[in-house]
């Protein structure tokens, strides 16, 4: 298993252990004292719900003021109170982002898509992080995934051919860049050298 892999599990375990674990302490926080095994009162989890809008929207107001670090801990606020919310984790992972925070962002995206696999928005702010962090396996990943929930979208047939070229993997990478010009005019047509350069690359395995 390469480093990269052992990497992207780590962060993937440690996301799940820490959602379990803010799923109980919510629950024990709000709870009655009846209210045993993460089941909280669905009053106090609507308060809770409540609060934790509040915080994402002073979160995005301090954001528009350039108060990054102020939309950050607002955010974190809201994924405490929310753990189950998909939405307040890819905020706050593209807050974390923006800080260049990368490993917590990354946790954060791994959240979101973990509580909602097919949140778009995540997987692609997800793929772009994997691709700066050259993550390349995992930015495949999500590439494919976005490509299997949006399937006519050239730009993702592009990344993804441009990430297998990273992994020397050209004949996977020619067919998605054929794919990306036959969607959408702007990207190149892959010429015959793609074809000859592909060739060398089975002649030599």
């Not at 302490?25 to 509040?54: F, H, L, W």
Request: with cysteine; proline share 3%.
């Amino acid at each position: 298993m390469k480093s990269s892999d052992i990497g992207v599990y780590s962060i993937l375990f440690v996301c799940l252990t820490l959602f379990t674990v803010a799923n109980c302490q919510a629950a024990a926080t709000i709870s009655g004292p009846e209210d045993t095994y993460c089941q909280p009162d669905k009053n106090n989890v609507a308060i809770a719900s409540m609060e934790a809008k509040r915080h994402l929207d002073g979160g995005r107001k301090l954001e528009r003021e350039q108060n990054l670090q102020g939309a950050i801990a607002s955010y974190s606020k809201a994924a405490s109170l929310a753990p189950e919310s998909a939405e307040v984790h890819f905020v706050l992972g593209e807050a974390l982002v923006k800080a260049e925070n990368y490993q917590e962002a990354l946790v954060r995206y791994t959240l979101a898509v973990t509580i909602a696999p097919t949140h778009t928005k995540a997987l692609y702010g997800r793929s772009q992080l994997c691709l700066r962090m050259a993550l390349y396996g995992q930015a495949v990943k999500d590439l494919s995934q976005l490509i299997e929930l949006m399937p006519g979208v050239a730009d993702y047939h592009y990344q993804r051919a441009t990430t297998l070229m990273k992994l020397k993997n050209i004949t996977e990478a020619y067919h998605d860049y054929l794919r990306a010009h036959e969607l959408n005019k702007k990207y190149p047509r892959p010429t015959l050298m793609w074809k000859k350069k592909e060739f060398i690359a089975s002649k030599s395995v």
